[in-house]
């Protein structure tokens, strides 16, 4: 489902993707505040499908911002492999690596996705990864259910 919001006008182009931080004590008193972070979830992750031509002033963005349609983004993460099937729905439960020199840690520990989240799996990618925990691990490209 896509939604509204404002964006820096130098982030504010079609396909960057973007987790949302929350307020900043700049945006209370700002006209904009509703439509800039009443639709988007603090930690999520979205993804720039338009935008707008306007250009409004803004505290936070030096250029100013622009109106964005945006929808949740599809991104990589890993799981064991013997839940990795396309279109099963899931429940996020983090893998807590610690390698932080893994060639993996960015999937074993994602950015916009919580302990508890439901996901679909889009698709399984073909590698599969023996973790050092001993674990058979695939990559999968998942859809936040919200």
């Known amino acids: ?11 504010a182009k079609m396909g960057n993707e973007f987790i949302y931080m929350g307020v ?6 700002c ?4 439509i800039c972070h009443n639709n ?9 499908v338009s935008v707008r031509s306007a250009n409004h002033q803004c505290k936070v963005h030096e250029d100013g911002v622009k109106v964005v349609e945006v929808i949740p983004s599809e991104f990589v ?15 996020h439960n983090p893998i807590n690596c ?13 950015e916009g996705i919580n302990e508890g989240d439901k996901y679909k799996i889009i698709s399984v990618m073909n590698e599969k990864i023996k973790c050092q925990k ?3 691990m695939r990559k999968v490209i998942i859809k936040l259910e919200k």
Request: glycine letters at 8%; charged letters at 30%.
């Open 1 to 11: 489902m896509k939604k509204i919001t404002l964006i820096g006008s130098k982030m």
């Open 24 to 29: 900043l004590e700049e945006c209370e008193t």
């Open 31 to 34: 006209k904009f505040k509703r």
């Open 40 to 48: 988007l979830e603090v930690g999520g992750r979205y993804k720039i």
């Open 77 to 91: 993460i890993m799981v064991e492999a013997k839940k990795a099937l396309e279109g099963v729905t899931l429940t």
């Open 98 to 110: 610690e390698n932080i020199f893994c060639e993996n840690y960015i999937y074993c520990n994602p």
């Open 134 to 136: 001993g674990i058979s």
